[in-house]
């Protein structure tokens, strides 16, 4: 049962881990050598990151992003999490929460990008899946 305590709780540790993207963002792109604020740059400091934590990433351009109107974006793939290799099964709120490190980082990388999780292992996917895209603009 997910009650609205826990609930709450989800949202706080995503909350938090943006914050912590958002906050060493910066410092690790600079580490990293990630220029720009490109979809493609988000990609080279998310697969530097994934590098550092010893997984397998890899992007392509979105094959299907002309279709959407999202010239520009990216897929990344993901295909191990070391992290929390032996842990399973995991509760969702530990993907929001470690999810929520890399959308904090694009906040400051480019606010106008938007990560949109596609496959999750957590979910029993074989690979994450995220797609970078600019973020469309809100009509209501």
């Not at 943006?18 to 720009?36: F, R, S």
Request: charged share 20%; no cysteine.
């Amino acid at each position: 049962i997910f009650t609205a305590a826990a609930a709450g709780d989800v949202h706080l540790g995503r909350s938090a881990a943006q914050l912590i993207g958002m906050q060493y963002h910066a410092q690790l792109a600079e580490l990293l050598a990630v220029k720009g604020d490109t979809p493609e740059a988000f990609a080279q400091f998310m697969a530097g990151m994934a590098a550092g934590q010893g997984d397998a990433l890899s992007w392509e351009p979105d094959p299907n992003a002309g279709q959407h109107g999202d010239e520009g974006a990216v897929l990344i793939h993901q295909h191990s999490w070391r992290l929390m290799r032996g842990l399973a099964p995991l509760h969702t709120a530990v993907f929001e929460a470690w999810n929520g490190l890399w959308e904090g980082a694009l906040m400051v990388h480019n606010r106008f990008l938007v990560l949109e999780p596609l496959a999750r292992m957590d979910l029993g996917d074989d690979r994450f899946t995220w797609r970078v895209r600019r973020r469309k603009v809100q009509t209501f």
